[in-house]
């Protein structure tokens, strides 16, 4: 089996990862990055494809050749790619749910943890020579989490570990998704979305991008939440409408925010979010800590091992 992976430095941006599990299974082919007509030329001749976060829409997989019989999207969220072309053309497509589970819950509760405490406005101050909070009074909110409210939006994986790092800090949790969810073993209540965001002092997005999803928190959703209250967002930038998000937050409807995602990736240099002192933005590093990427690459490697032995597996484009 040949296999090419057309964005390897989305990946590897350090070179510190090791590729031998997927280069004793398979022939391997790294391109840093690909353009959509560097992708038609890439793929002739190979059966496997992988791609982190490159879109790979309808035009480009009609163009692919009968050789493709896989492509592996190396992360969880697979909004990237046209999963119906690629089923028409019988190329299935799989992803990798698992493999950051703890660095994006991680990266959640760090938010939550910084905002309890207004980290960000008081480096703001700092930065601007203002030693208020050192001279006289504190000047920023400052609380603790034991017996606040976290909202969980969407129950995969990474949302019940943070719901169980959470609930070891002493917070009460609401959850909401779409599907009903197992999670008997932990001390969660399940709500309507709405009732979710009046009563919780957090909300944190763990749901996939899709037609029922995007913007899922608008301005009318925002609305609901407390004035005190935070959204949390490590999941996908499009689940939240970033211009109401950004009223919401110059109008002091919530209390601030933490995101890892935007939309767009990466986002306008004069995004006002960038300017806000009650908003913490980082350039999607959830999943990008070393042991979640390596991770990454043994589990692909999993996946096309099962493919190849004909027992498919995280296949998100079945036939429905």
Known sequence: MKTVFLNAAKLDFDHKLDFSPLSRLTALTCYDASSNEEIVGRVQGQNIIITKELPVGRDVISQFPSSVRLICEAGTGYNNIDIVAAREKNIAVCNIPSYSTEAVAQLAITFILNLSASLPQQQSMLERKNFANFTKYLQVPHFELRGKTLGIVGAGAIGRQTASIALALGMNILAYNPRPKDWTEINARFTTLERLLEQSDFVSLHCPLNDATRHIINKERLELMKASAYIINTSRGALINEADLI?????KIIAGAGLDVQDPEPPELDNPLFGMNNVIITPHIGW??????????NLMADNIQ???????????????
């Not at 009223?247 to 109008?251: F, I, Q, S, T, V």
């Open 288 to 297: 990008r800590r070393y042991e979640s990427r390596q991770r990454l690459i």
């Open 247 to 251: 009223a919401a937050l110059r109008n």
């Open 306 to 320: 099962a493919f190849v032995a004909g027992n498919p597996v995280n296949v998100v484009n079945g036939n429905s």
